[in-house]
């Protein structure tokens, strides 16, 4: 079992920044690939970014690839997305994922991951 809360949303104006925060608890958090997914109103949750289990491997939607950095603090339980040069069609609510198994590639599907955060609100105005 693996608790994950995100933080860090908020109101920003296109092409500004801000950074999200994911804090885990209840199990070793270093077993974990993380994931971040975004939903937009009346769309599907789409993958955003994954990070390996020691952080030295990272993989992004096309669509925020080069804005958008992925990074870990296993010491800390805390996986962190950086979003600069924000558009609005970032916006949407944010969600933090956890995999458990191991495996030799990233997970991009939804359905690899075992335990999701609540989500938090990202609004980009243009």
């Known amino acids: 079992q693996l608790q994950l809360v995100e933080s860090g949303g908020g109101l920003v104006q296109a092409g500004g920044s801000l950074r999200l925060y994911c804090t885990a608890s209840g199990r070793d958090f270093s077993n974990y690939a993380m994931g971040w997914f975004r939903q937009a109103p009346g769309k599907e949750r789409e993958f955003v970014a994954v990070i390996s289990r020691g952080g030295g491997n990272t993989d992004f939607a096309d669509s925020v690839k080069g804005r958008f950095t992925i990074s870990r603090d296993n010491a800390k339980a805390t996986v962190y997305l950086q979003m600069n040069s924000l558009k609005p069609e970032d916006t949407a609510v944010y969600y933090c994922?956890?995999?458990?198994?191991?495996?030799?590639?990233?997970?991009?599907?939804?359905?690899?991951?075992?335990?999701w955060g609540q989500g938090t609100q990202v609004t980009v105005s243009s």
């Open positions: 994922a956890a995999d458990l198994r191991r495996t030799y590639y990233l997970p991009r599907n939804l359905y690899d991951y075992d335990y």
